[in-house]
């Protein structure tokens, strides 16, 4: 099979919203009236960002589930997506298991393919995503203002402890590790509530490479400052389980330092709050208050009694760490 | 230097085009009145597309041209792009020269670079762009009808000649070479001739893969055949550097299956050569008569006798052949 027979094979089907879509030199969009498009670029490694040996329709789901977040941090409505694909060889049921994946997310979500390229290379995929935002509407990182609420969406740090787990350095019973794994392997690209957020909330990111990182870019775009508080934590909303090996300083690390858990942080005045529960049921996602932005500058993390905590966290950086060794 | 370091650093400037660049989730792009978007997206691979000691300025370059060849085959203006790219390590001399190289491209054609990703791995560089065209105006590969004329702009076969002779298959002289290598490393995409030809030609396509095979695209999808005459071969219109040692069927294979040269192949009524001429004129780029569209299906290269050459063509296929060993 060639290169040509495998974009005909596994990566064309009609589109119902491109002019044009895979076959010619470009594909061709037309926006619709009063939108702008919102365009986001991620690219997945092999070893860096999957093991080796991921299930190829995890894959293909998670491929377009990272850059659909990105569309979801925005507020923005999922139009369209190119992919561009480096494989080491013509392995027909990886490309059968991996574009079943990427179709079933794509139409979840109701997204056409409408370009891209195939060649042969270590394995690379890279997908760039088209969203529509009504003119003005998009949520964007630099809204944050002193007095508003930071909320994060679903839960955090559990994408973490499943890497933590599959590389042995901490042990998990195969029901938890199943469901932490499941969610650093099929994250929940939150596409409808980041939609419900339009005009509810001041500011939003999603959640790729940590709290602690993640709420930083907001900041310094907002040019604010923020406590979290860690209440939340010891409640047991921050991990979908409830690990008792695990002690409090373990969870911090994994919530406020975790990545890849694409969960939305976002902001919203404190009158807001009825609006913000409104759009978490209308799109239903939970969501959690966790902390304040602050006039004053820098990131603060308070214990119980609302003192900081004086220890040191990290964001992941593609260059300095490697998370799946 | 981390990961936003070096956007930073390297791959953020101002954008004049985009309503919002590099830096938040999404980039966002608004269209103009009456236009549809054209996007197309390659990927680049080392070993597959480069050799690894290729200038990274040159490589810089490159990376973008071929995108604003897409581009220029459907006679689109160029807009913006985002770069994803994979970096086995942090070689800020390679990143320095590297990304002069793509803005120098960049504002060669008033481009913004409007986002983006990177991350540590093999060397991969993948460019998503995106241009406009009035409404209706674009050119497809659908277009050509029987009696039609078949034009390819600059020359062919260079880029191959180039790599044969960096691969020690045949030897060419230190000037001869010179100049082939800067065809392959540097294409000059023909972006002010797809623009010229909107309203003028019937279908075009660029030359990635080569004559015979990027024909076939255009004949497949236009439900015609094709007659290639050689004449202009002989006649010294092929290659840059007519080379001596080279006889007419080594020049042939060059010219129909040399891939890399970036060039348009375009089709248009023969009641509109004088437009075709003044299209090529206003955009200081040579065109080459080669051929005629034909009812008749298949695609047949002709001797100087008008008899077909009966001998096998092949296209270049990224799984079949590594053109970078």
């Known amino acids: 099979m060639g290169e040509f027979d ?3 094979k596994y990566f064309t089907k009609p589109s119902s919203r491109a002019l044009l879509g895979v076959g010619d030199d470009c594909a061709m969009l037309e926006s619709s009236q009063g939108t702008v498009q919102c365009i986001s670029s991620d690219m997945l490694v092999e070893g860096r960002h999957f093991f080796a040996n991921v299930d190829p329709f995890r894959l293909g789901q ?22 561009a694909l480096a494989l080491p060889s013509m392995d027909e049921p990886w490309l059968q298991a991996f574009s079943s994946g990427l179709w079933q997310m794509a ?5 056409d393919l409408i370009g891209g390229d195939t060649t042969q290379g270590p394995l690379c995929i890279c997908i760039t995503i088209f969203g529509e935002v009504p003119r003005g509407q998009a949520i964007l990182r ?3 203002r ?3 609420d930071i909320y994060v969406s679903g839960t955090l ?21 199943e469901r932490v794994r499941t969610r650093l392997e099929l994250p929940t690209p939150r596409v409808h509530l980041g939609q419900a957020l339009r005009g509810v909330a001041s500011s939003c990111i999603d959640l790729s490479d940590g709290l602690f990182g993640d ?13 979290i508080s860690t209440d939340w934590i010891r409640q047991g909303l921050a991990l979908t389980e409830d690990v008792a090996a695990l002690d ?38 939970g969501v959690t208050r966790v902390g304040q932005i602050t006039q004053e500058l820098g990131l603060r993390v308070l214990d119980r009694q609302g003192r900081v905590i004086d220890r040191p966290f990290s964001s992941f950086d593609h260059f300095s760490q490697a998370h799946h060794p």
Do not use: W
């Not at 969960?263 to 529960?277: D, G, K």
């Open 248 to 285: 409090f300083e373990a969870k911090l690390d994994l919530v406020m330092c975790g990545g890849d858990d694409y969960e939305l942080l976002f902001t919203a005045p404190a009158r807001a709050r009825e609006l913000v529960s409104e759009a978490a049921a209308r799109s239903q996602t």
């Open 6 to 8: 495998l974009i005909s």
């Open 157 to 177: 740090g559990d994408a973490k402890l499943a890497l933590e787990a599959l590389l042995g350095r901490i042990h998990l019973g195969a029901d938890a590790l």
């Open 107 to 111: 139409q979840e979500h109701s997204m």
């Open 215 to 227: 709420l930083g870019h907001v900041l310094r775009q907002s040019g604010m400052g923020a406590e």
């Open 146 to 148: 002193a007095g508003d």
């Open 142 to 144: 630099g809204g944050a």
């Open 62 to 83: 998670k491929a377009l589930a990272v850059n659909l977040s990105d569309l979801a941090a925005c507020g923005a409505t999922p139009k369209a997506f190119t992919l």
